[in-house]
C-alpha cells in the first residue's frame, strides 16, 4: 500500500507517522486502564430505580460538574456530581426530539448542548433553563444535505457527536480531507463537530453555523481503525480523542491525537495511538454506546480521573440488566502530557507561574530581581486576549475568568527580553 505523509509533517515524523499506521494495520488491543465492569460504581438507580433503557451517549461537562446523557427514546438526563463527595444526584430527565444518539457542548458555560440525531442524521441544539426545568429545541442541521457526502444507511448512521475547540485543533495542526490543508472553523462555532458513524466506523467532521439552519461546511471524513464507531469524547487538556468502537464481543476504545495520513487517492486515516478492550459488562448485552471522561489535567477531587460507559438495553429485557446500564470508573488511566508552565532558563531569568490549570486567576512571580513592563495572554491563532501595563511588580495577579475554556500563550515582556509560557483555562 502506498503510504503518503502530510506534507506539513517533518521527514522525521513522517517516517514515526508512517510507523505509526503500518502498525495498525495489525493493532492489538490493550487492556482497559480502569477497574472491571462489576467493581465500577453503577449509577442507575440514581436515575431511576426501574432501570433505563437504550441510553447511548455520555458527556462530561468539567465546569459545572454535570454528567449529560442521552437515550434513543428520547431522553436527555443529567446527573450532578456533589463538591467534596464525589457522589451523584438526580438534575433531570426531560424528553427531546428525535432519536439522539450522541450528546456535546461547545462551550462548558454556556447552557446549551447539541445532539446526534440518528432517526433524521442531523445535528440539534439545544438551550436549557439551568434547573433543566425547560430544555428547547433552536436549531438543526441536515448532514445529508450537500456539500456533506453523508448517504442514509438507516439504523446503522449517526452514533456519537463531540466539539473540538479551534485552539486545540491548530496545537495539534488538524487537516481537512477536502482540502488537504490545515482548517479550522470558519462559520462561527469556534471549533469542528465530530460525528462517529455505525457505518464503516467512519467519522466525519462539520464545519457549522450555529445561528443558522443546515448551513455548514464538509470538512471530511476519516478512517478509524474498526469498522463502527459509536461514541467520542475530547479531552482538551491533553488534545487526544477518544473513540469508541461497538463490535460485538469485541468493543474497544481508539485514542487519536488528530494526526492524520493519507491512505488512498484523498481518503485520510486519523494515527491510531492506542485502541483498548472494553470491559465485559455483567449479563448478556454487550451493547456498549456510550463514553466519556473527565480531563486528565483537571482531576477531581479526589485527584483521580474518572471515566463513564453506558450500555443500550432494550426495554423488553430483563430488571437486572435495565437497572445497570451505566457505570462509573475511577482510577481511569488517561492518555497523553499535562503540560505544566516550565520554568523559563533563557538568560538564568526565571518566573514561577501558577496555578495551572487555572480557573480564575494566574499568578506570575519573579524567582530574580528583574522589571516586567507588560504581559499579553493570546489565543493559539495569534489573537490578543488580555494585555496589561505592569509598574515592576515581582508578583503579578491576572483576572483570567472571563477566558474560554482552552489552552493560552502567556507573553511576559521585561527588561532582559519576552519569555513565553502556556497554561490552560479550566
Same mark, same amino acid.
Given at each position: 500500500?502506498?503510504?503518503?505523509?502530510?506534507?506539513?509533517?517533518? %521527514?522525521?515524523?513522517?517516517?514515526?507517522?508512517?510507523?505509526?499506521?503500518?502498525?495498525?494495520?495489525?493493532?492489538?488491543?490493550?487492556?482497559?486502564?480502569?477497574?472491571?465492569?462489576?467493581?465500577?460504581?453503577?449509577?442507575?438507580?440514581?436515575?431511576?430505580? *426501574?432501570?433505563?433503557?437504550? #441510553?447511548?451517549?455520555?458527556?462530561?461537562?468539567?465546569?459545572?460538574? =454535570?454528567?449529560?446523557?442521552?437515550?434513543?427514546?428520547?431522553?436527555?438526563?443529567?446527573?450532578?456530581?456533589?463538591?467534596?463527595?464525589?457522589?451523584?444526584?438526580?438534575?433531570?430527565?426531560?424528553?427531546?426530539?428525535?432519536?439522539?444518539?450522541?450528546?456535546?457542548?461547545?462551550? +462548558?458555560?454556556?447552557?446549551?448542548?447539541?445532539?446526534?440525531?440518528?432517526?433524521?442524521?442531523?445535528?440539534?441544539? &439545544?438551550?436549557?433553563?439551568?434547573?433543566?426545568?425547560?430544555?428547547?429545541?433552536?436549531?438543526? @442541521?441536515?448532514?445529508?444535505?450537500?456539500?456533506?457526502?453523508?448517504?442514509?444507511?438507516?439504523?446503522?448512521?449517526?452514533?456519537?457527536?463531540?466539539?473540538?475547540?479551534?485552539?486545540?485543533?491548530?496545537?495539534?495542526?488538524?487537516?481537512?480531507?477536502?482540502?488537504? !490543508?490545515? &482548517?479550522?472553523?470558519?462559520?462561527?462555532?469556534?471549533?469542528?463537530?465530530?460525528?462517529? !458513524?455505525?457505518?464503516?466506523?467512519?467519522? @466525519?467532521?462539520?464545519?457549522?453555523?450555529?445561528?443558522?439552519?443546515?448551513?455548514?461546511?464538509?470538512?471530511?471524513? +476519516?478512517?478509524?481503525?474498526?469498522?463502527?464507531?459509536?461514541?467520542?469524547?475530547?479531552?482538551?487538556?491533553?488534545?487526544?480523542?477518544?473513540?469508541?468502537?461497538?463490535?460485538?464481543?469485541?468493543?474497544?476504545?481508539?485514542?487519536?491525537?488528530?494526526?492524520?495520513?493519507?491512505?488512498?487517492?484523498?481518503? %485520510?486515516?486519523?494515527?491510531?495511538?492506542? =485502541?483498548?478492550?472494553?470491559?465485559?459488562?455483567?449479563?448478556?448485552?454487550? *451493547?456498549?454506546?456510550?463514553?466519556?471522561?473527565?480531563?486528565?489535567?483537571?482531576?477531581?477531587?479526589?485527584?483521580?480521573?474518572?471515566? @463513564?460507559?453506558?450500555?443500550?438495553?432494550?426495554?423488553?429485557?430483563?430488571?437486572?440488566? #435495565? =437497572?445497570?446500564?451505566?457505570?462509573?470508573?475511577?482510577?481511569?488511566?488517561?492518555?497523553?502530557?499535562? =503540560?505544566?508552565?516550565?520554568?523559563?532558563?533563557?538568560?538564568?531569568? %526565571?518566573?514561577?507561574?501558577?496555578?495551572?490549570?487555572?480557573?480564575?486567576?494566574?499568578?506570575?512571580?519573579? #524567582?530574580?530581581?528583574?522589571?516586567?513592563?507588560?504581559?499579553?495572554?493570546?489565543?493559539?491563532?495569534?489573537?490578543?486576549?488580555?494585555?496589561?501595563?505592569?509598574?515592576?511588580?515581582?508578583?503579578? !495577579?491576572?483576572?483570567?475568568?472571563?477566558?474560554?475554556?482552552?489552552?493560552?500563550?502567556?507573553?511576559? &515582556?521585561?527588561?532582559?527580553?519576552?519569555?513565553?509560557?502556556?497554561?490552560?483555562?479550566?
Amino acid at each position: 500500500m502506498k503510504i503518503q505523509i502530510l506534507n506539513t509533517i517533518s %521527514r522525521h515524523k513522517a517516517i514515526i507517522v508512517a510507523f505509526l499506521f503500518l502498525k495498525n494495520i495489525g493493532f492489538a488491543q490493550s487492556a482497559w486502564p480502569s477497574i472491571s465492569w462489576e467493581n465500577a460504581t453503577n449509577l442507575t438507580s440514581i436515575i431511576d430505580s *426501574n432501570g433505563i433503557n437504550e #441510553l447511548s451517549g455520555l458527556h462530561w461537562n468539567p465546569i459545572k460538574n =454535570q454528567l449529560f446523557a442521552v437515550g434513543n427514546y428520547g431522553n436527555l438526563i443529567v446527573l450532578m456530581q456533589n463538591s467534596g463527595t464525589n457522589t451523584f444526584s438526580f438534575l433531570a430527565n426531560k424528553t427531546i426530539a428525535g432519536g439522539p444518539e450522541g450528546i456535546t457542548q461547545a462551550n +462548558y458555560n454556556d447552557n446549551e448542548f447539541y445532539v446526534i440525531d440518528e432517526n433524521n442524521y442531523q445535528i440539534d441544539k &439545544y438551550t436549557y433553563a439551568s434547573d433543566f426545568s425547560t430544555v428547547d429545541l433552536i436549531k438543526h @442541521w441536515n448532514l445529508l444535505l450537500p456539500p456533506s457526502t453523508m448517504t442514509n444507511t438507516g439504523n446503522t448512521g449517526t452514533e456519537g457527536i463531540v466539539f473540538i475547540p479551534d485552539n486545540n485543533l491548530s496545537t495539534m495542526g488538524f487537516v481537512s480531507q477536502q482540502t488537504g !490543508n490545515l &482548517y479550522l472553523s470558519t462559520k462561527g462555532a469556534g471549533g469542528l463537530f465530530f460525528i462517529a !458513524n455505525q457505518n464503516g466506523g467512519y467519522i @466525519w467532521v462539520f464545519d457549522i453555523n450555529p445561528n443558522v439552519n443546515d448551513d455548514f461546511v464538509f470538512v471530511g471524513k +476519516y478512517k478509524t481503525n474498526a469498522t463502527e464507531s459509536c461514541d467520542l469524547s475530547f479531552d482538551r487538556s491533553t488534545n487526544i480523542l477518544y473513540i469508541l468502537h461497538n463490535v460485538s464481543g469485541n468493543n474497544s476504545l481508539e485514542t487519536t491525537n488528530l494526526s492524520t495520513i493519507i491512505i488512498s487517492g484523498t481518503q %485520510r486515516k486519523l494515527v491510531t495511538l492506542n =485502541q483498548y478492550t472494553i470491559p465485559t459488562p455483567i449479563g448478556n448485552n454487550d *451493547n456498549i454506546e456510550g463514553f466519556t471522561m473527565t480531563p486528565k489535567c483537571l482531576q477531581s477531587e479526589d485527584g483521580n480521573v474518572k471515566a @463513564w460507559l453506558c450500555r443500550d438495553v432494550a426495554s423488553s429485557e430483563s430488571a437486572t440488566l #435495565l =437497572q445497570d446500564v451505566i457505570r462509573e470508573f475511577s482510577p481511569f488511566i488517561a492518555e497523553g502530557n499535562c =503540560q505544566p508552565l516550565s520554568v523559563s532558563q533563557e538568560n538564568k531569568i %526565571r518566573f514561577s507561574i501558577y496555578p495551572n490549570p487555572a480557573q480564575k486567576n494566574i499568578v506570575i512571580e519573579s #524567582l530574580e530581581q528583574i522589571k516586567v513592563h507588560s504581559v499579553k495572554i493570546m489565543s493559539c491563532l495569534g489573537q490578543v486576549l488580555l494585555s496589561q501595563e505592569i509598574n515592576d511588580n515581582n508578583v503579578i !495577579n491576572l483576572d483570567i475568568s472571563n477566558l474560554s475554556t482552552a489552552s493560552y500563550l502567556l507573553k511576559v &515582556y521585561t527588561e532582559k527580553g519576552v519569555f513565553n509560557y502556556k497554561f490552560i483555562k479550566n
